[in-house]
């Protein structure tokens, strides 16, 4: 090989039988019998002959010396750089044509051109290395380098280098042909990773950019959660196997989870066993929604003591800012509520925008329960119930009382009450109506008529007497209105001590648990536990308790309570109040819960994904139209801001 990428055709005596000649092209090796006729002779002189340049240029001594076609030469050295064809200077488009063309008529004419293009790589190398180990005078026109050379670059440094050791003995039995040796990498692959957005991966299976949101970039468990769906559906070995189905299917199905024609043919999408894979409530659809298969659930419970205006802003209410994410379910009580009470709809759909609807909403007179659920959850929840039961001598003033909701997710059954007890002006420590609160309690788990068409879950676990028995999660909140057994001086005295979150020292004076661990009231229910402040009686717009002359001893009147059947199927995220809210003399008190799910049975009634529709579209267009006032009044006072100066 020479410097100029040129093939070196050795001399080698060993090859010298048969009439055959020393002299071989690259890869199209030119035989000459000497038994063919005269013009085959011709013909190889005529392929020599744009050599003769070269060769005069190479042994200007010997010139006139005439050698013998049968005669031994040695090999040849490079021709000069620049000389080509009949020693002219040509181009090198011109070059690799002629080598292409002269080498396809080698080709045709060669009869023993039938080897391997492995077997002529390996061949390559030995050639090139007897090439440059002989030498000797020069006359044998020099190879020029085939096509295939010029598109895979030089030959490696050992194929490169002068071999000392050659023999022509040995290498007699070798084929002649030349062959290219094995590429050298430069560096190493990239490794594969794990990740549909690595560059390795995505060049393999052609992952659409626009995807990429959907793979890992950083969020492992929404990854985590795309795979789980996708070998649920089936479909994980065929995106593996098949990389022109890992587009399409990205394209056609977005983030949603595919469906197979089959799976549309045999599933039920109303009702289906819960041994069914193809069951809208089953096991396989709960584990594509909820891995995981628990709920978040807000309560938020409010005594708004029968306030026409409404504050302006409701996200601290229920979008406090101190938690990660949004939950699936919102269920908000109201007790003494504003008289418009589709004004207070309308302004809850507005502050939890379009990711949710309104599943339901009841009242009974000033008591308001309504129940906003993700709009991609609707088609899992069943028909919604509701009961009200009044505690007043007179059923027509609808002041005190409770209103509950009852409806099936998936296969779990939840209620949900709120309810507001009998209310007394705390006048001394030991003089309370603990006892007509305890009656209001009983009244309303014995006549409020919950489930009437929805299944029971568990009915051996029911009893007649206690509608919390019949359902498998029960949140019950409200104001409950039981104080604290304090006079206000002593109370406020703990308060001052700056205890911080711990409440200990009062709530061993609160009447509600001490009822609860007597077991009078509230059987089976639990609270999370208190470390807030109490939320009654405040002054209006302010965080000072009552100032006026009546001086009612601050305590915790608002509650959530909550019941399972099943141990730990509840659990409390969060339990606070609100203290932003200051419109009226209570605070509201929120709390935030996870709570187990199981599989739904065919004979669950579903709702078919029914829900307030007109009050959606309201609250949207009242959203967009505050956004926009918000945009008008930041451009006008940037425009007032402005200061023009002239000097």
């Known amino acids: 090989m020479s410097e100029h990428g040129d093939s ?221 769906n996708l070998s649920d559906s089936g479909l994980l070995d065929t995106m593996v196997s098949d990389n022109a189905s890992v587009h399409s299917m990205k394209s056609t199905y977005s983030v949603l989870n595919p469906i197979r024609p089959r799976d549309v043919r045999n599933r039920s999408f109303l009702e289906g066993s819960v041994l069914g894979s193809g069951a809208l409530l089953g096991a396989e659809e709960l584990d594509r929604y909820f891995p995981e298969r628990r709920l978040g659930i807000y309560v938020a419970t409010w005594n708004m003591q029968g306030e026409k205006g409404l504050p302006y802003n409701l996200d601290d209410l229920l979008l406090p800012t101190d938690t990660d994410f949004a939950q699936d379910v919102y269920v908000i009580g109201v007790q003494e509520g504003c008289p418009d009470r589709r004004e207070w709809e309308i302004r809850l759909q507005e502050t939890l925008g379009p990711y949710y609807v309104m599943l339901y909403a009841a009242a009974h007179g000033v008591l308001y329960l309504t129940i906003f659920v993700r709009r991609d959850l609707i088609w899992f929840c069943s028909e919604v119930e509701h009961a009200t039961v009044t505690t007043r001598i007179i059923s027509q003033i609808k002041t005190k009382g409770a209103v509950g909701i009852g409806f099936t997710f998936f296969g779990t059954s939840f209620l949900f009450i709120t309810s507001h007890f009998t209310f007394f002006v705390f006048v001394s420590a030991g003089d309370s109506k603990v006892y007509e609160r305890i009656l209001d309690y009983n009244k309303i788990i014995e006549a409020l008529a919950l489930p009437r068409n929805l299944p029971d879950t568990n009915p051996y676990r029911s009893t007649t007497c206690d509608v919390t028995t019949r359902f498998d999660e029960v949140f019950w909140f409200g104001d409950f209105n039981f104080r604290l057994n304090k006079a206000r001086g002593e109370v406020e005295a703990i308060l001052n001590q700056g205890v911080g979150a711990d409440m200990s020292p009062l709530l061993q004076h609160d009447q509600l648990l001490k009822e609860i661990k007597e077991g009078s009231i509230f059987k089976g229910f639990q609270e999370a536990s208190i470390h807030f402040p109490p939320t009654y009686k405040y002054d209006i717009g302010c965080d000072v308790y009552d100032t006026t002359t009546k001086q009612r001893t601050p305590s915790y009147t608002d509650r959530i309570l909550y019941r399972n059947r099943q141990v730990d199927d509840i659990k409390v995220i969060k339990y606070t109040s609100c203290s932003s809210i200051k419109t009226s003399d209570h605070r509201p008190v929120i709390g935030m819960f996870q709570v187990k799910l199981r599989p739904g049975r065919d004979n669950i009634p579903l709702g078919a994904g029914q829900f307030d529709r007109s009050l959606y579209l309201e609250g949207i267009r009242r959203r967009i139209t505050r956004e926009l006032k918000k945009r008008e009044a930041a451009m006008k006072n940037q425009n007032n801001s402005t200061v023009c100066t002239i000097s």
């Open 8 to 228: 070196i055709v050795p001399f080698n005596p060993a090859e010298l039988r048969s009439g055959e000649p020393a002299c071989k092209t690259d890869i199209n090796v030119l035989r000459v019998d000497l038994r063919k006729e005269k013009s085959n002779k011709e013909e190889l002189k005529d392929i020599k002959k744009p050599y003769d340049g070269t060769k005069l240029l190479q042994d200007e001594p010997n010139k006139d010396a005439k050698l013998s076609p049968y005669q031994p030469r040695p090999p040849s050295l490079p021709k000069p750089v620049g000389l080509g064809m009949e020693g002219k200077n040509i181009s090198f488009d011109e070059k690799l044509r002629g080598r292409r063309l002269r080498n396809s008529q080698e080709s045709l004419t060669d009869p023993g051109e039938t080897g391997s293009s492995t077997d002529s790589l390996k061949d390559a190398a030995a050639v090139n290395g007897q090439g440059l180990a002989s030498g000797g005078p020069l006359d044998l026109p020099p190879m020029e380098t085939p096509p295939f050379m010029i598109s895979t670059g030089s030959f490696s440094e050992n194929d490169e280098s002068p071999r000392e050791d050659f023999d022509p003995n040995k290498e007699r039995m070798k084929p002649s042909r030349i062959l290219l040796s094995p590429l050298q990498l430069t560096g190493t692959y990239p490794p594969l990773e794990n990740s549909a957005a690595s560059a390795s991966l995505r060049t393999t299976n052609r992952i659409d950019r626009d995807c990429l949101d959907y793979s890992v970039v950083g969020r492992r468990g929404r990854s985590e959660r795309l795979q789980r």
